[in-house]
């Protein structure tokens, strides 16, 4: 096992997948000549060439309506956005086409398809920029969203995706593309899409949490040990829609109390939708109200001050625990 | 840069070009303009026609009206529910242009989709039953109207955004280029689509990349009840493909043969130079945008019944085919009869078909829950079950 960068293993999943099957392309702005604005698809066309690396204008709608297109007629294509937030001049065709095709067809279409880019906030870049749309995207029946938090998900997971069926949207994160970790070199290292990750085992209380905010939440974790004697589980949704269900409430009833954490905004987030499953699920196995933190309900600022007060930290993540405890 | 059909006949004809008829005045261009009439039905893609074709392509027309004639009926009747958008009046375009497409052609459409159904050979029947919501109905009722499907065909639907099949219609050109085929995908879209922004990213790759993607712009005059003077900045729309160096033309959808020809010529282009076109044909709908459209707001009676009257798609062919000596009134009598029982027969399949049970609401979503043995995700898809499955 090698240890790489969340980037690397991004590029080690789509490398793989181009080379296993033909019809997989990877198309969006500046992926090719310009090896990716943030260096994921590095040496890709270089190995691969122009008619698997495709450089497009700047033009989300018609190279997100052309991958469905081809999708639907059989090819495997990876749509990269530049910034999640872009996405949104792509809406009808993620939302309307991509999404309904297969049911509005009565399931004689298929739309192998996979969107991915970084979808995250903490670099300074406004509101434009910082969209994190897992929770409405988890919210239209037809797609399914993730958010590998690590390297080793990232190469496992966008595998999975690009060899699914339906159309896969993946949320990365410009914060984490130099993340270095152990990741398999195996080319059949497939990360099935739905299953959470219990990334430290605990009994005092459940700190589930997704993306980035799964590293905050280990963080949060030590020091709640290090300096509180609380003794927290940390477990890492890794994908929202499918949602790992049985090990989100599995963790509920060992420990009793449950902190949601997520770089979502907060109403009609990821965090809500949890919350009701456990109480509707496992209610009878709280000892305390379930706890959400999420980011402050506010467009993302730009000012520094202002998006680190946004987004969730260490130190907030121990205070709403503790506040359960 | 001059479109690479810009000829004479299609000056004329953009010159003539008048949506906004003022029934005190008469502009219809006269239908009977026998000239441009001769040279289409001479044109190399028409010459070698077969009688029996030529009675067929009548044939096809004929039954997408009594289709559309029928549905029409048992929307009134309450049998239909959601939006019913008719074709009545166009058939000649999806007719003449699907007649000319080849073995690797494909075809995508907007939300008026019916004649281009019918065209590429779907039943009646599940046409019929999809707009009666049944299970019999061609997406088991999941799509309606809007969004008739038939892969199997190459008819990729039935997309009810205005504009939002313009990009996929480039994707699938792009998927045939790719694979190698010899194939183009013809991409119908209405006059008011041609203002929706995704269409023009599409043009810019459609050229950029040499893409063979034909865009047909089946001009009916109205943008839902917005006349095209209303609606549209410069004429004609086609010419709005200059901006992309794509070659584009303006065409009568009234006479079947010069769609034939114009579609033919747009074909070639994309087979052999790989080459996207955008072809304006102008044509009429007698109904409303759809059943619901109250019809009188934004153009007038004589209007309706100067296009009936004068450039009727039906009509003209069937006055050409008696004219070569193709047809009898008595064999349009008997087609015309047969399209009406077939169509009678379809409504008949549809109301006795059964509606989809409540439980195949969960079906066709994604495809490994359609495939549980061969799924490779884990965790819960659906949040909600209003029904268990049986």
């Known amino acids: ?325 | 840069m001059e479109g690479l059909y810009h000829d004479a006949t299609i000056e004329e004809s953009n010159v003539k070009k008048q949506k906004n008829i003022d029934p005190n005045q008469s502009t219809t261009k006269s239908v009977d303009s026998g000239p441009s009439k001769i040279k289409f039905s001479e044109a190399e893609c028409n010459l070698n026609l077969s009688a029996s074709t030529k009675i067929d392509l009548l044939t096809q027309m004929i039954r997408i009206r009594r289709f559309e004639e029928r549905s029409l009926r048992a929307y009134q009747q309450g049998h239909i529910g959601g939006f019913l958008h008719l074709y009545i009046g166009q058939e000649a375009v999806a007719v003449g242009s699907v007649s000319a497409m080849g073995e690797d052609d494909h075809i995508i459409t907007a939300y008026r989709d019916h004649g281009h159904a019918l065209a590429v050979g779907m039943d009646m029947d599940e046409c019929m039953a999809e707009l009666f919501g049944k299970r019999t109905g061609c997406s088991k009722g999941k799509g309606g109207s809007m969004h008739f499907f038939a892969p199997d065909k190459n008819f990729w639907g039935g997309h009810g955004i205005v504009g939002g099949q313009t990009p996929l219609g480039l994707g699938m050109a792009f998927a045939l280029k790719h694979a190698g085929k010899k194939g183009a995908c013809l991409c119908y879209m209405g006059d008011g689509a041609t203002n929706q922004g995704p269409f023009y990213e599409s043009l810019n790759l459609a050229s950029l990349w040499d893409l063979p993607v034909i865009y047909i712009i089946e001009n009916n005059g109205y943008s839902m009840g917005t006349a095209e003077s209303r609606h549209s900045a410069g004429e004609p729309l086609a010419r709005r493909g200059d901006a992309f160096d794509i070659d584009w033309s303006v065409s009568e959808g009234h006479n079947i043969y010069e769609v034939r020809s114009t579609i033919a010529k747009a074909l070639e282009n994309a087979h052999l130079n790989c080459r996207p076109s955008v072809l304006e044909i102008n044509t009429y709908r007698y109904r409303g945008h759809s059943v619901a459209d109250p019809d009188q707001t934004y153009r007038s009676k004589e209007e309706i019944e100067e296009y009936k009257k004068n450039k009727d798609p039906i009509s003209i062919f069937k006055d050409q085919l008696l004219e070569e000596g193709l047809l009898t009134d008595d064999q349009f009598t008997e087609i015309d009869s047969q399209a009406k029982d077939e169509a009678e027969a379809s409504a008949e399949f549809a109301l006795a078909s059964p509606f989809p049970e409540p439980a195949e609401l969960m079906d066709d979503i994604y495809w490994e829950t359609d495939y549980p043995d061969e799924t490779t995700s884990k965790g819960t898809m659906f949040f909600e079950y209003p029904v268990t499955k049986s």
């Open chain 1, 1 to 325: 096992m090698a240890t790489i960068t969340y980037r690397e293993a991004l590029n080690q999943a789509l490398s793989e997948e181009i080379e296993r099957d033909q019809n997989v392309i990877l198309l969006g702005e500046e992926v090719a000549q310009f090896k990716g604005s943030y260096k994921v698809s590095e040496g890709m066309l270089e190995r691969y060439g122009p008619n698997k690396i495709i450089d497009t204008p700047i033009s989300e709608a018609a190279f997100s309506g052309l991958a469905v297109g081809a999708a639907m007629m059989g090819m495997r294509p990876v749509v990269e956005f530049m910034f999640w937030s872009f996405c949104y001049v792509a809406f009808d065709q993620i939302f309307n086409n991509a999404a309904s095709v297969r049911y509005m067809s009565g399931g004689l279409i298929n739309v192998p398809i996979v969107f991915r880019g970084p979808a995250n906030g903490g670099t300074n870049v406004g509101a434009t920029h910082s969209h994190t749309p897992e929770n409405f995207i988890a919210n239209t029946p037809g797609l399914k969203v993730i958010c590998p938090a690590t390297p080793a998900d990232a190469k496992g997971m966008l595998k999975s995706a690009i060899r699914d069926n339906d159309p896969v949207c993946v949320m990365e994160n410009t914060i984490l593309y130099n993340m270095q970790d152990e990741v398999p070199e195996d080319n059949e290292f497939l990360i099935p899409l739905g299953k959470a990750n219990v990334l430290r085992e605990g009994t005092d209380i459940s700190i589930i949490a997704h993306g980035k905010a799964v590293h905050t939440s280990l963080e949060a974790a030590s020091a709640l040990e290090e300096k509180h004697n609380i003794n927290a589980e940390v477990v890492d949704l890794r994908s929202i829609r499918p949602l790992d269900v049985d090990t989100i409430l599995q963790t509920v009833k060992k420990t009793n109390r449950v902190l949601l954490v997520e770089e979502n905004k907060p109403f009609c987030g990821v965090g809500a939708q949890i919350s009701y499953l456990i109480q509707e699920q496992a209610f009878d196995y709280l000892d305390a109200p379930i706890k959400r933190l999420s980011a402050v309900d506010a467009p993302q600022a730009y000012s520094k001050a202002l998006e680190n007060a946004q987004i969730p930290d260490k130190n907030r993540v121990i205070a709403s625990a503790l506040s359960i405890l």
